[in-house]
């Protein structure tokens, strides 16, 4: 890895191990904070070339973040230690070089509904378009 890092998210997306968030130095400038933010970079190894690759930066950098992969193509970071932002972002790995989706949360809907919805005739979750 470039880096190094902890406190981060990893997930295998076919070919590619993704890691996103956490920290690669414990003794980093905190400021004020008394825990520190997590880094917002992402990177990905493949895992046939042996080769790893700098993804978009997340909008926010979280510490322990939950990546979710879903159909062999979209990441989603869930979660994670910041300062209480509660948006999940989405990465296509169809279009790895186009930046991370944020979705933003509408309480008043079940999260499955807002994000995920499951075709039974396919036996497979597909993504509703949230644009």
């Not at 190094?4 to 590619?16: D, L, M, S, T, Y």
Request: glycine content about 6%; overall charge negative.
């Amino acid at each position: 890895m470039p880096k190094r890092r902890f406190a981060h998210g990893a997930a295998v997306c076919g070919q590619f191990i993704v890691i996103t968030s956490g920290i690669s130095d414990l003794l980093h400038d905190m400021g004020l904070r008394s825990v520190p933010s997590g880094e917002p970079d992402c990177f990905s190894f493949n895992i046939f070339e042996n080769e790893w690759r700098q993804l978009p930066d997340l909008p926010v950098g979280k510490m322990h973040p939950t990546l979710v992969v879903i159909n062999n193509r979209f990441i989603f970071q869930i979660g994670g230690f910041d300062d209480f932002i509660f948006d999940i972002y989405r990465l296509d790995m169809a279009s790895p070089e186009k930046p991370w989706q944020t979705l933003t949360l509408d309480t008043s809907q079940p999260i499955i509904d807002s994000l995920i919805y499951f075709d039974t005739s396919e036996h497979e979750a597909r993504i509703k378009d949230q644009d």
